[in-house]
C-alpha cells in the first residue's frame, strides 16, 4: 500500500464548480492547509487542450466520466455527461451563466434549508461575479467569474433570427436574464471571454492561487470512500491504497461522485449497502431523489449564405408552460450551434433545446458494486409524470413554432431533427425517442431538516450523524431550480464558505 500523504487541515473531493471555490477561498487564510484532490487531470494554467478551452465544444470526451443513464422506457441509455478535469463540468459546459429565480429558492427553505433566499444569496452572486453590464444592485464588478452579456449584435444571424422570431410572437425581450426580470427572450450571460471558456480552474484556480503555499493539488486520483473513526471523518482512501488524512472532509464529486463515495463509505440505504457487502454505518437517503432536466432537440441546416456559427452558445428563450404554477419559468427553448455542421448539407447547422425546468420527475443514484471503478447505476426517469411529458410536447410546438417565424426562416433550409416526417401531431414520439440530458442532474444528498425523510444533510452540507465530513456540490440542492445550474453550484460553495468558514 502506498504511504500516507501528509495531513491537511481540510481535504477537498472534485475539483469542479464548488471544490475549486472552495479550494480557493479556504486558502485566503495563510494557516489554513487544503488538499484538493481531482479524479481527471489538473492542467496547469498553460497546459489546457483545445476540447476544454473551447466554448464551442461541450462535452469533450477525453475528459469525460464516460458514465450512462436510464433514461425512459423509449430512450433506455442516454449519455450521462460529467467533466472529469480541473474545473469538472465547467470545463465542458455550455458556459451559460444564469442564476436561479427568487421562486426557485423559496422553494429550498420549503424543504427546510436555512439561509438560501434570493435576497441572502444575492451577495454571493455578486462577489463571485466580474461584468461590466447590469444594474449595481444586482450584479458585480471584481469577482473571480468573469460573466459576458450576450448582446444581439454579438449574436450570429441564425441565433439573433431565434430572438426576434420568438419576440415576434409576443415574447417579451429580456436583456439581462440575471437582473430584476427572468421572463422572455434574449441573449444569455456567459462564463466567456473571446470564446474561451471561464472554468473554476481558470479563475478561482489562478496563479496566485495556485502559488499559495498551503493550497495542493493533485490530479489523476479516484476516492474510494471516507475514511471514518467511529462517526468521524478523519481522511480518505483512494482506489490506490493511499490514505490522505486531514481534521475535515469535503465531497464535491457531484451529483453522481459525491454520492457514490458515502454509499462506498457506509453512508446511504443500509438494504442497498448490504446487498452489496458494504458495512452500514448510516442509514441514509442518499441517491434517492435524483432530479435532472431533459433536452429534445430540433436541428436545422443553415442557408448557404448564412453559415456562420461563432458564437456557438448565447440565447434562451424563459417561460411558464401552460400548466406552470403562478409565478414559474418552467420551459427553456434555446438555440445554439452546438450541432455540428458536419451533419448539416450545406455544412451549417442550428439547433434548438427544448426543456421543461422544473421536472415532477425523480430518479435514483445506486451502487453496482462496492468497487471504485465501476460506474453508477442512474436512472434518471426524464419525463417520468404525465404532466412532465405534455410539457414538454408543449416545448417542442413551440421551438417549431418559433422556427416558422420569418426571421427565422429565412435563415435555414431544412429541418434535420426530426425532420419533416414527424408533424406537430407525433410530437410526443419526438420527444421520448430523441430526448437527451440537459446535463443538470441534481439533489442526491440533498439539503433538509431532520423532518425530511429524504434529507441526507443540514443547511450547510454537514451530513447528518457524521462529524467532520461535509458535502457541497450540486447533489445537495433541495429541488432542480428552473435554468441551467452552474452558477448556482458555485454561489453554494461561496455562501456555505461564507457561513462556515469565514
Excluded: C
Aim: glycine share 10%; net charge negative; charged share 20%.
Amino acid at each position: 500500500m502506498p504511504d500516507s500523504n501528509d495531513r491537511a487541515d481540510i481535504l477537498i473531493v472534485g475539483g469542479g464548480s464548488a471544490g475549486a471555490v472552495l479550494a480557493a477561498r479556504l486558502t485566503e487564510d495563510s494557516a489554513r492547509t487544503v488538499l484538493l484532490l481531482e479524479a481527471g487531470p489538473a492542467y496547469g494554467l498553460d497546459e489546457i487542450p483545445e476540447g476544454v478551452l473551447s466554448a464551442a465544444h461541450v462535452a469533450d470526451h477525453d475528459h469525460d466520466w464516460g458514465y450512462t443513464s436510464w433514461g425512459n422506457h423509449d430512450q433506455r441509455t442516454v449519455p450521462a455527461p460529467r467533466g472529469k478535469v480541473l474545473g469538472g463540468s465547467s470545463s465542458v459546459n455550455a458556459s451559460v451563466a444564469i442564476r436561479p429565480r427568487p421562486s426557485d429558492l423559496a422553494k429550498w427553505a420549503s424543504h427546510g434549508a436555512e439561509g438560501w433566499s434570493y435576497e441572502e444569496v444575492l451577495p454571493a452572486f455578486r462577489d463571485l461575479e466580474n461584468t461590466p453590464s447590469g444594474e449595481d444592485h444586482y450584479h458585480g464588478r471584481s469577482g473571480p467569474l468573469p460573466i459576458r452579456q450576450r448582446t444581439l449584435e454579438g449574436l450570429t444571424p441564425g441565433l439573433r433570427g431565434f430572438v426576434e422570431s420568438a419576440v415576434s410572437l409576443g415574447y417579451k425581450q429580456n436583456d439581462d436574464f440575471n437582473g430584476a426580470e427572468q421572463e422572455g427572450a434574449g441573449g444569455a450571460p456567459v462564463n466567456v471571454v473571446n470564446e474561451a471558456r471561464q472554468s473554476t480552474a481558470m479563475t478561482y484556480l489562478s496563479a496566485d492561487v495556485r502559488n499559495r503555499p498551503n493550497l495542493t493539488i493533485k490530479g489523476n486520483v479516484n476516492i474510494d470512500r471516507v475514511l471514518l473513526d467511529g462517526s468521524t471523518a478523519k481522511g480518505l482512501l483512494a482506489d490506490d491504497g493511499t490514505e490522505y488524512l486531514a481534521d475535515e472532509v469535503i465531497l464535491s464529486g457531484g451529483t453522481y461522485g459525491s454520492p457514490a463515495i458515502l454509499m462506498r463509505s457506509g453512508l446511504g440505504p443500509a438494504a442497498d449497502l448490504r446487498r452489496l457487502g458494504i458495512d452500514v454505518v448510516a442509514d441514509l437517503p442518499v441517491g434517492q431523489r435524483l432530479q435532472d432536466q431533459a433536452l429534445v432537440p430540433i436541428g436545422f441546416a443553415l442557408a448557404p449564405e448564412n453559415l456562420q456559427m461563432v458564437p456557438a452558445v448565447g440565447v434562451v428563450l424563459w417561460i411558464p408552460s401552460a400548466s406552470a404554477v403562478p409565478g414559474e419559468l418552467d420551459l427553456n427553448v434555446t438555440a445554439t450551434h452546438l450541432l455540428p455542421g458536419s451533419q448539416s448539407p450545406t455544412g451549417g447547422a442550428i439547433v434548438m433545446g427544448l426543456s421543461v425546468t422544473l421536472p415532477e420527475s425523480t430518479g435514483t443514484l445506486k451502487l453496482a458494486s462496492a468497487d471504485p471503478k465501476d460506474a453508477p447505476l442512474i436512472d434518471s426517469n426524464y419525463l417520468g409524470t404525465g404532466r412532465d411529458a405534455r410539457r414538454a410536447v408543449e416545448a417542442f410546438k413551440i421551438g417549431r413554432t418559433i422556427s416558422r417565424q420569418p426571421a427565422f426562416a429565412r435563415l435555414i433550409v431544412d429541418e434535420l431533427i426530426p425532420g419533416p416526417s414527424v408533424s406537430d401531431e407525433d410530437a410526443a414520439r419526438h420527444v421520448f425517442h430523441f430526448l437527451a440530458p440537459y446535463g443538470h442532474p441534481t439533489s442526491t444528498v440533498p439539503m433538509g431538516s431532520d423532518v425530511m425523510p429524504w434529507a441526507v444533510v443540514d443547511s450547510v452540507g454537514a451530513v447528518k450523524g457524521i462529524d467532520r465530513l461535509r458535502v457541497v456540490d450540486a447533489s445537495i440542492i433541495p429541488e432542480v431550480p428552473s435554468t441551467v445550474t452552474n452558477l448556482t453550484v458555485i454561489m453554494i460553495a461561496e455562501q456555505i464558505f461564507r457561513r462556515v468558514y469565514r
